[in-house]
């Protein structure tokens, strides 16, 4: 909710009134022109200007250009009134674990990177820190399956399977393994399960049900991640032109 003016990036060249430019009436001389249009149209937005920005972020709503901001949204009262409870039915998976694919599957994020990295995985910086996929699994079943920290192992479900290395963690709970979808080397995807909600027709891409082995060393090639083959072109580039 914090509103801050950062560094800007260099500008974009201006159309000007070339008929057969699309964005030919986007001719802003600076994002705070922009802004300035915007504010005063979005009432949350209304007291925030670039100038006040120089003086450090704002937290929305700001109405008026004299209101300090709202450090707390919902401090003593929710915003939109009194929340309303909906009693609903609970509606099973469409998918459970079973003794031929005994876990479930949740996927998500990590903080370093963004949904399957087509940006993040291209900064050296990020990929150093996570270069990798990484299961992560109770330590009870991981040492039931023989499987220790950093083994590479494969994950398996009814649609397909993928490889990466085990982290033990007692974030997952006994019964259940957590993947991200950041790494093309490791495409989760390819597990889960493409049922669909009754209601919003969303896809079941949060819970299926798979099964975890150990790898065997005979399987353990991998191929390079995107930024690692970014990395290798640019060394081999540097050695040529020594």
């Known amino acids: 909710?914090?509103?801050?003016?950062?560094?800007a990036m260099p500008p974009a060249p201006r159309h000007g009134a070339d008929r057969l430019t699309p964005h030919r009436h986007w001719d802003y001389a600076s994002a705070a022109e922009i802004f300035a249009e915007l504010a005063p149209l979005t009432p949350i937005y209304a007291g925030i200007s670039y100038e006040r920005l120089?003086?450090?972020?704002?937290?929305?709503?700001?109405?008026?250009?004299y209101h300090a901001g709202t450090r707390y949204l919902h401090k003593d009262?929710?915003?939109?009134?009194q929340g309303r409870f909906h009693a609903i039915h609970l509606i099973a998976p469409a998918e459970l674990p079973d003794a031929?694919?005994?876990?479930?599957?949740?996927?998500?994020?990590?903080?370093?990177?963004?949904?399957?990295?087509t940006m993040?995985?291209?900064s050296a910086g990020l990929d150093a820190?996570?270069?990798?996929?990484?299961?992560?699994?109770?330590p009870e079943d991981a040492a039931r399956l023989g499987i220790a920290d950093g083994d590479w192992?494969?994950?398996?479900?009814?649609?397909?399977?993928?490889?990466?290395?085990?982290?033990?963690?007692?974030?997952?709970?006994?019964?259940?393994?957590?993947?991200?979808?950041?790494?093309?080397?490791?495409?989760?995807?390819?597990l889960t399960n493409d049922a669909l909600d009754p209601v919003a027709k969303i896809?079941?891409?949060?819970?299926?049900?798979?099964?975890?082995?150990?790898?065997?060393?005979a399987a353990l090639v991998q191929p390079a991640g995107p930024c690692q083959v970014a990395l290798a072109g640019d060394v081999e580039l540097t050695r040529r032109n020594q």
């Open 1 to 7: 909710r914090l509103v801050q003016d950062s560094t």
């Open 54 to 65: 120089e003086a450090g972020g704002l937290q929305w709503p700001c109405p008026t250009r």
């Open 77 to 81: 009262r929710f915003a939109g009134g």
């Open 100 to 117: 031929d694919y005994p876990f479930y599957l949740n996927t998500g994020r990590i903080r370093y990177h963004y949904h399957t990295g």
């Open 120 to 122: 993040t995985r291209r």
């Open 129 to 138: 820190v996570a270069p990798e996929e990484r299961i992560e699994i109770n």
């Open 153 to 190: 192992v494969r994950v398996a479900s009814r649609r397909g399977e993928i490889r990466a290395r085990a982290r033990l963690t007692n974030r997952s709970a006994p019964g259940s393994v957590f993947a991200t979808f950041h790494f093309a080397e490791s495409p989760v995807n390819r």
């Open 203 to 217: 896809p079941e891409l949060k819970v299926c049900a798979v099964r975890v082995e150990p790898l065997a060393p």
